[in-house]
């Protein structure tokens, strides 16, 4: 079916363009991750599509839009702008380990935390074979109480949204760092980005997302 071509992800990453997603670092880690590996066999011609995908135990791979999305504004933050990289990376959500994969070549160091132990398992298989698999350690565990040992992180991005933002989150994201999230509010979900500036917390609204 051609899906190891890198004509493939090509087209993805045009699409992502066309979509106004320019930031070339996160287009080019889009062109280089191969999403197929991330999804069950049945489901692979349309992993280049963009449109969300189940991974099992009722979650979801996100569509490539969103992800992208996610990932540009947090390549746009001040402090990630100045590292040149996202830095120390805490993921709330490993899911299938696809968003990781792509943030590992993004950041310096990767700790993805995922509730749901068969998917960490399943991320631990996809992402044993990937380049950046060094800069990556993946943690089972409660996402909301974040990843102390590791901490601070420059980034932190959670694949999961609530009705708040936990403290943990907060406390953890480093001083410059940015988080970005989707947040439930009123019914619906929206990307909320916060920049950290000493001990104060800097909030923005973006966009609507479904997750």
Known sequence: LGLDSAAVRTRMVQRLRADGIADERVLAAFAEVPRHHF???ALATQAYEDTSLPIG????ISKPSVVARMLSLAADGAGARARGSLGRVLEIGTGCGYQTALLARLGRHVVSIERLQP?????KAHLAADAAVRRIRLVWGDGRLGHGPNAPYDTIVSAAGGEDLPPAWLAQLADGGRLVAPLQEGGRQALQVVDRDGERFVHQRFETVLF
């Open 57 to 60: 135990l009722g979650q979801t």
């Open 119 to 123: 998917l960490h398992e399943k991320a």
């Open 39 to 41: 999804v069950d066999s």
